[in-house]
């Protein structure tokens, strides 16, 4: 059975940083792209980020692009985000996402763990 | 970038009745259109993939169509547990982007 479990989420003042990680198991975790999609309160969901199987790719909305950095270690089986310079308009559930396929590009996602909350605020 | 438009944004139908929902891309897509199904406190659930292919575990009742620029999601008897928000997503181009969603809701 496919797991996605994040965690590392919190309350954080603007400016600050936070590192979400996802655990993943029940797949061979290096095979498929991940990402990162978030949902502020009441809201859609907005693509973050992804990262290719190996690691090599890494791809970012342009609302995070060179404040968040998406990281893999396939020998723990575990997905991060490091979040920097935080907003008050990132506040939102973070959730971890399984692609189909190995590639970021181009990919549905067909397991979604069940999210952190990530406020930001003074 | 390319943008998701739902409608209509909340559609109220009674169990056992069909729901039409719609979902248009500012430009073509090709097949590459997912459906998503989230229930209040819970994470998205896909349905349909490739706009028309139910993903594993998905009632027969669920049914997606179309391409390039207007697809639709077809539930064709609601049951109960149907009622949820229901969002498209396009991964033809980066970004992938979703649509603002489809609340179904009791009637």
């Known amino acids: 059975e496919v797991q996605l479990l994040e965690s590392g989420g919190g309350l954080v003042q603007p400016g600050g940083s936070l590192r979400l990680s996802c655990a993943a198991s029940g797949f061979t975790f290096s095979s498929y792209a991940m990402s990162w999609v978030r949902q502020a309160p009441g809201k859609g969901l907005e693509w973050v980020s992804a990262?290719?199987?190996?690691?090599?790719?890494?791809y970012y909305a342009d609302s995070v692009k060179g404040r968040f950095t998406i990281s893999r270690d396939n020998s723990k089986n575990t997905l991060y985000l490091q979040m920097n310079s935080l907003r008050a308009e990132d506040t939102a559930v973070y959730y971890c996402?399984?692609?189909?396929?190995?590639?970021?590009?181009?990919?549905?996602?067909?397991?979604w763990g069940q999210g952190t909350l990530v406020t930001v605020s003074s | 970038e390319i943008v998701m438009t739902q409608s209509p944004a909340t559609l109220s139908v009674s169990p056992g009745e069909r729901a039409t929902l719609s979902c248009r891309a500012s430009q073509s897509v090709s097949s590459n259109l997912a459906w998503y199904q989230q229930k209040p406190g819970q994470a998205p659930r896909l349905l349909i993939y490739g706009a028309s292919t139910r993903a594993t575990g998905i009632p027969a009742r669920f049914s997606g169509s179309g391409s390039g620029t207007e697809f639709t999601l077809t539930i064709s008897s609601l049951q109960s547990e149907d009622f949820a928000v229901y969002y498209c997503q396009q991964y033809n181009n980066w970004p992938p982007r979703f649509g603002q969603g489809t609340k179904v809701e009791i009637k």
């Open positions: 990262i290719s199987g190996s690691g090599g790719s890494t």
């Open positions: 996402a399984k692609a189909t396929k190995s590639i970021a590009a181009r990919q549905s996602f067909d397991y």
